[in-house]
């Protein structure tokens, strides 16, 4: 079964910067969108943002807009998200996923990654 892996969490300091990255487990897997979901404790999973397969296009959350950015390197199959200026509040499992269209809600994803931990100190 095809999986997303993502890497780069860690733990920053406010107002640094971490990459993430994601990629297929099988180089013959695509997507024409990927993105990035979050989830604190407690809370719900919610939308981060979202690159398309055509011509690249982006969408933010609003919490994230001017910190965070989405590019994807066609030729390896991967999308990274770019996150700086981080917050407290940015401190989550960031869950990479995949999708045919639009994926700024779940039930639009059809492949999630197992996560990876991101957290900023104050």
């Known amino acids: 079964q095809v999986q997303l892996v993502e890497s780069g969490g860690g733990l920053v300091q406010a107002g640094g910067s971490l990459r993430l990255s994601c990629a297929p487990s099988?180089?013959?897997?695509?997507?024409?969108?990927m993105g990035w979901f979050r989830q604190a404790p407690g809370k719900e999973r919610e939308f981060v943002a979202a690159i398309s397969g055509i011509a690249s296009s982006t969408v933010y959350a609003d919490s994230v807009k001017g910190r965070f950015t989405i590019s994807r390197d066609n030729a390896k199959n991967t999308v990274l998200l770019q996150m700086n200026s981080l917050k407290t509040e940015d401190t989550a499992g960031y869950y990479c996923a995949g999708g045919n269209g639009g994926i700024t809600v779940s039930h639009a994803v059809a492949y999630w990654g197992k996560g990876t931990k991101v957290t900023v100190s104050s």
């Open positions: 099988r180089r013959t897997f695509s997507t024409s969108t």
